[in-house]
């Protein structure tokens, strides 16, 4: 009897071996249609701002705000799922102050090219617990991480948020044992990594569609007997044949609920055709384009005038 019990008991100890299981929840990305994931789009410029960690987490007697490991890690996470989706111009930038000077550029007669949109970030919420379950047989303990994460997309032509959202995350790491024997998980650091990137994956789809559902604008860098120039070119899909139109700037008006002003549509004039691109970097680059005939641009007001993509 003693014997047949021996072999039950190895039996479930067999069955029922340690391990180490690791859950992340997985979010399904959007699925695209064939003729959109075929029509072009012209990468936007987007300079990712500061990402702060907002929870206490971490944050001991020599804590340094401006080296937070955290906000860094959500940066880079960030960064990578953009750069990923092959639709944006990353631009490193430091601080929300930046803003102003991305609008400066805006309205400085083009001598320098801003981003189109500013991305600013913050880990609101961050936590991690040990949870344990003890059985005749077995034991087992799983370390779980949650996080949450709230980024706001800012259109840097008027400084308005157009896209504010919060996401949360979670990851674990179980470990079980049978009878004394398996293995046991230590404490492990990259489930913070994987709470924060579940987190803002589920947020990097809605920051694609909010930056390209308006329409691609650039502006006239020169405007000569010798060559016109608008800025943008390669790195962005810019080529020699694409086409976009002129527009006059539409006229401001102030909105009396918010006091805010709203730029009116533009009037189109026309069209420029790419002949080709130049430029050495993403913030330098430029096409040179013809001008459909018989249009009369005002030279000594460009800023006047906008070229936009046709959707």
């Known amino acids: 009897m003693k014997k047949a019990l021996s072999i039950i008991l190895c039996i479930i100890a067999i069955s029922n071996l340690a391990y180490a299981q690791r859950e992340v929840t997985v979010v399904e990305q959007a699925q695209h249609s064939t003729s959109d994931s075929n029509k072009k789009t012209i ?9 702060s960690n907002e929870t206490q987490y971490a944050k001991g007697i020599f804590y340094d705000k401006e080296n937070d490991p955290m906000g860094k890690q959500a940066l880079d996470i960030l960064s990578s799922k953009l750069a990923a989706s092959g639709k944006f111009l990353l631009l490193e930038r430091s601080d929300l102050a930046t ?8 309205g400085n007669n083009l001598s320098s090219v801003g ?24 034991d087992s303990k799983t370390q779980i991480v949650e996080a949450a994460v709230n980024v706001r997309l800012i259109d840097v032509s008027t400084g308005l948020i157009i ?5 949360k995350g979670a990851a ?17 650091a990259t489930l913070s990594d994987k709470a924060i990137s579940e987190a803002i994956g589920q947020l990097v789809e809605n920051i694609i ?17 010798d060559a016109v120039l608008i800025a943008g070119g390669e790195s962005q899909g810019i ?14 008006v102030k909105n009396p ?11 189109e004039i026309g069209n420029v055709k790419v002949i080709a691109t130049g430029g050495d970097t993403a913030e330098s680059e430029y096409s040179f384009v013809e001008v459909s005939p018989n249009i009369d641009i005002d030279t000594e007001k460009l800023t006047e005038y906008y070229i936009e993509e046709i959707k």
């Open 163 to 167: 896209y504010s959202d919060e996401a």
């Open 43 to 51: 990468k936007r410029k987007v300079a990712i701002g500061r990402f």
């Open 257 to 267: 609920q918010t006091g805010l002003m709203i730029e009116l549509p533009g009037k």
């Open 209 to 225: 569609n909010k930056s390209t559902d308006k329409a691609w604008r650039t502006y006239f860098l020169a405007f000569d007997d």
């Open 115 to 138: 981003a189109d949109y500013m991305i600013i970030g913050s880990i609101t919420e961050f936590g991690r617990k040990n949870v344990g379950k003890a059985g005749v047989f077995t």
């Open 99 to 106: 803003l102003l000077e991305e609008s400066a550029k805006e």
């Open 172 to 188: 674990e790491l179980t470990s079980k044992t049978t009878l004394g024997v398996g293995g046991r998980a230590d404490y492990d």
């Open 239 to 252: 080529e020699a044949g694409d086409t976009f139109v002129i527009k006059t700037k539409g006229k401001s």
